[in-house]
Structure formats: C-alpha cells, structure tokens
C-alpha cells in the first residue's frame, strides 16, 4: 500500500509521509497490500494463521505452566497486533489460540481495520475520495459477506419435527434481514412516541459529534495527527462515554429519558450520533443543560465547537412526527428504501453521496455504512431506557394457548405481540408497541419491568469449551416468578461431518509435560474437512476486485513468505533453532 501511494501522489506532505514510513517498517503484522498495490488476499491471511497457530501450539507443547502459556501466547498475539483469546477456562483460551480458524478471524479483522485506518490518515476515505470505507474495504467486505451467504446457504438444519432448512433461510426470518429489521426499529420508534403523546411527554432530536481531533477531514486536520491518529472505534468509545456521563447526571436529578440512538459516520469515517429523546416537559431545560454541559467538556472552545458538536431540534406537535423525522436515519443506514438522494453536510456544504460502480458491482451509499459498521464494530441503533425487547422477542414466540389462562398482564402483552394479517380489517391487527410498554409497566420502569424473561442455565459444549449457557424459554410475571409461560423453541442440528477444533498439530506426539501432569488442551481433537462447505473467503482463494466472485487458488506459504521480513541483522529463523537446541556452553 505505501509503494502504491508512492506512485499515486509522489512526494507527500510530512504527515502522510510519516504514515507511509510507518507502514514500510512494520515487519511484524501482515503488509497492507502486495508489491502492486493490490489489497493482502485471503491466501496471506489464511498462512499467516496457520503459522500462528502452529507458533501457540508449539508454546503449549513446550511449556506446563498454564501461567507462562499465557504470557506466551499474549506475545505472539502483541506481535501481530490482535487481542488475545477471551475465555472462561484455560482450556477455552488455549483452544483458541491453537486454532487455525480462530487465528484467521482475528487477522482478517485486524488487516481489515488497520487498512482502513490507513486508508483514513492519508484522506483516502473521504467525501471527495471514498466517502465511509475505502472502496478496497467494500470490495473485501463485499467478498466476505458473499462468502458467508454462501456458506449459510450450503448447511441445512433439521428439527426434531423433521423440519428441514438452510442456515440462510432461517436467517432471513431474522433482524438479518434488513426489511424485517428496519420495520421492528420503526414499530418500537412510533410506540414510543404513541406513549409519549398520551403521557404528554415532548420529544428532542440531538445530534452530537466528536471533538475535532478525533476527525482525520481527508488527511489534513494536524490536531488528528498531533491527537495519534484515533480509529471510529476510539472516537465511538468517547461518544459512549460522554453518554455515560450524562446518563448518570440525568439519573442523579430523576430524569429518566427513553428513545433511540442512531450511530453513523462522517464521510471520513469518524461517528457521530443522532438521538431521539423523549422526556417529561418539566424535565426539559435540565436535560437540554445537561447533555450540553457534557457534549462540550472536551475542548469546547476550539473553534466551530459551539456550531457544530452538539445540536438540538425540539419536535414540535403538528409539525411532523417524531417517527416520521428519524425515519430517513434509521433507513439510509440500513438499505436506502424510501430515502431518495442520500445527503451529507461536510465543511459547511451539502454533499450528494452518489452509488459507485467497481465492474459491475455497485456500492450505495447504505452500503457503505453497513460495511463501515461491520469493519468497525459499531453498534449502530440503539434503545435508550423503555422495556427490554428481549421480552417483546420472546412474546412473539408463544402461542395463544400457553397464555389463555395467565394474568391479565401477561395476556394484554401477549396481544399486543402479536400481528395478524387478514384481508379483513376486522381481523387484521398490527403489532402495538406502545400496548406493550403499557402492559410492562410503562417507558421508564426499565429492568423493573413487570413482566420479566425466563432463562434456562444449561451446559452447552461449544467448539473450545463447555460454557454456561443462560436461555431463554418464556416469560413470567415479576409478582408470580415462579409460573412460567413458555415459548415454543425447537432443537436443530446441523449437518456437518464434525465438531471441534482445527490444529495445526506437530508431526511427534510428543508431550512434554511433567509425568501425571494433565494439560488442559489434551482433549482436543482435529475438526475432519466439511465436504459441505461451500469455497469461502477463507478457502485460500483471491477475490475478483470487480466482482467479489471467487478467483484461482493461491500459493499461500509463498504469498505470505515474499512479504514477510525480519528486522535488520536480525538472526534468521534456522539460526533461532540452533541457538534454542545448542545453548552456549553445551
């Protein structure tokens, strides 16, 4: 990527330079990009993995200490720049860690974002460039979200009805499926303003922004570089904060707002958020302070922080809904239905965000955001306060009969759940959120609700270890915990050849452990190949930059070798063997 860049624009500016100085040292991690300038393919990333792997294995095979195990591992994992395995038990942890595929995720999300920021620093990803992502992002994205449809679409499950469907179609009965998604998101959004017209409670639409170095604004803001350079998942983590502080202030003086948050990215990939807010009218101007006095305690006189961090518009009855107002946000960051031209205002001008076409791929702007979402990690919609939709979830998935005779509570949710579709308008009912809230106690009771979600603590045998699992299985009411309406729920299984854990296991067997000692990986056994499996972006396969589609098969020992380096003078990997089996003095 730096030599690309180096073509590209010639001599830079010292900022971008410094980036691409930065990018050409780092010998550790895998290169951003081959010798011609095109994004590092599944291949590098998939034997950049299994040498990993095998490196943890070897620290497992070495060493008896659950304590230095760890430290080691958390080396290698330093070194290439990822988190270490998180997991309940040391044997969870070094599965994990053992695990070709586990290694595989992790490396191909960290590229993916060390890429992108990147892309972000030398205002590659901007509105006069790539607004959101970089397209090398959306390509990749793009193949790996067609990787995992087709995976989902070549595994079948089947219940103990006899019942038999795709991964994928039973994922499209979900909030996977964007128009399901966006239509329960606006159903909760008009309930709560249903509730909040009868309660006589107004609304407030806050935008909030980041302080103006966590905005890179194409590569030119030098308080971004003199701030490090933070990733959208820092300035996230300094939105979420902010509201942290005003949440507890707002609870400290009984103010208890309830609404929805709405996270989206300026065009040059920083977030900002957008919240529907509803509260009591006498709570108006102390929220108003409130989330003020907080938005603008990190350098809130620098200039243009009074106009554009934090801002308000006060939903006035007879001038619109409040559903209607936030509808456009909610779907121009889902798919773009219903939305027209998707608009930004970046440096005091407003900004068309056209769709791009790669080949014969094209990029809207929705897209984008679902991409930069996915890249990131970034919670995009989000309620504030009202009633668990946990337990709305779970309502939908009893049945008329496991109510019929239970409280009056019970049976009021229960109806308001429920949406029945008939040509008659007799019959015909739609879902009634803000019946639902009523029923639960109301929008501020929170988890006092009223009606409460029933688990189950079962011991369920995942892929690195036995966890403690809590589901759910019905509803009761809060007064009565005791008598539970259950859910219908089916058991499904899946039809791979096998289940386990895939290691890259050394040619000796040999354990070298003290004797009696019992290693806590011992149990593991090699996963056997899934002839189901569909070829995904993991398959060691290149993608087609224009198209997504699968390419030819990699050499990927030689993709990843011709890209790695050693620091200078250093020892080389034979060299390290010797010096370990011949120490000084023997």
Request: hydrophobic share 40%; with cysteine; charged share 25%.
């Amino acid at each position: 990527m730096a030599a690309a860049v180096n073509r590209m624009f010639g001599d830079l500016n010292v900022p971008r330079q410094r980036v691409v100085d930065a990018v050409l040292a780092d010998d550790q991690r895998l290169p951003l990009a081959d010798q011609y300038g095109a994004m590092t393919g599944p291949g590098a990333i998939s034997t950049a993995a299994l040498q990993a792997a095998r490196e943890c294995y070897a620290i497992c095979a070495r060493l008896h200490d659950a304590d230095a195990i760890k430290a080691g591992i958390e080396a290698i994992c330093a070194r290439r720049g990822i988190r270490g395995p998180v997991a309940e038990t040391i044997g969870g942890y070094i599965a994990r860690a053992a695990d070709h595929a586990w290694w595989r995720r992790a490396l191909r999300r960290e590229l993916l974002r060390r890429f992108e920021h990147t892309s972000i620093q030398l205002g590659l990803t901007y509105v006069r460039a790539d607004p959101y992502v970089s397209r090398e992002t959306c390509l990749a994205q793009a193949a790996q979200n067609y990787a995992n449809q087709k995976m989902l679409e070549s595994v079948t499950a089947t219940n103990e009805n006899g019942d038999v469907y795709s991964l994928a179609e039973l994922a499209a009965l979900g909030m996977g499926n964007k128009t399901l998604r966006r239509g329960e998101l606006m159903l909760r959004i008009r309930g709560f303003e249903e509730v909040a017209d009868k309660m006589r409670h107004i609304g407030m639409f806050w935008t909030i922004t980041c302080p103006g170095k966590y905005h890179s604004v194409g590569g030119t803001n030098a308080k971004y570089t003199e701030f490090g350079s933070p990733t959208p998942r820092d300035a996230q983590a300094y939105l979420a904060d902010a509201w942290k502080r005003m949440r507890s202030a707002l609870h400290r003086r009984g103010i208890q707002p309830y609404g929805f948050r709405i996270a989206e990215p300026h065009t040059d990939g920083c977030p900002h958020w957008h919240m529907l807010l509803f509260v009591a009218p006498e709570h108006q101007a102390v929220m108003e302070a409130v989330i003020t006095k907080y938005a603008m305690l990190e350098d809130g006189d620098e200039g243009g922080a009074e106009e554009n961090r934090v801002k308000l518009v006060r939903i006035e009855a007879g001038k619109g809904t409040a559903a209607g107002y936030i509808a456009k946000y909610v779907s121009k960051n889902i798919d773009g239905a219903g939305v027209g031209d998707h608009k930004v205002f970046e440096n005091g001008s407003t900004y068309i965000i056209a769709p791009d076409l790669f080949g014969n791929m094209e990029f809207t702007a929705s897209q984008r955001v679902t991409y930069w979402s996915q890249v990131w990690g970034i919670r995009q919609f989000q309620q504030i306060g009202g009633v668990p939709v946990g337990v709305w979830r779970e309502f939908r998935r009893l049945s008329a009969e496991s109510v019929r005779n239970a409280p009056e509570p019970i049976r009021e949710a229960y109806q308001a759940a429920q949406k029945v579709e008939s040509e008659n308008p007799a019959i015909a009912q739609r879902a009634d959120f803000a019946r639902f809230i009523r029923a639960m106690g109301g929008p501020t009771v929170g988890r006092r609700a009223a009606i409460q979600l029933a688990k189950r603590v079962e011991d369920v045998e995942g892929r690195y270890e036995q966890v403690e699992a809590h589901r759910p299985v019905g509803v009761y009411l809060a007064a009565q915990p005791h008598a539970v309406y259950e859910s219908t729920r089916y058991r499904w299984t899946i039809d791979r050849d096998g289940a386990g854990v895939a290691l890259a296991v050394p040619r000796t067997g040999v354990n070298n452990c003290t004797p009696g000692a019992s290693a806590p990986w011992t149990h593991i056994k090699p996963t056997p190949k899934n002839k189901n499996f569909a070829p995904s972006f993991d398959a060691g396969r290149s993608f087609d930059q224009a198209t997504g589609a699968p390419a030819e098969k990699v050499d990927q020992t030689a993709l990843y070798q011709r890209h790695k380096k050693r620091p200078p003078l250093s020892a080389s990997a034979h060299l390290l063997h010797l010096q370990r089996k011949y120490p000084e003095g023997h």
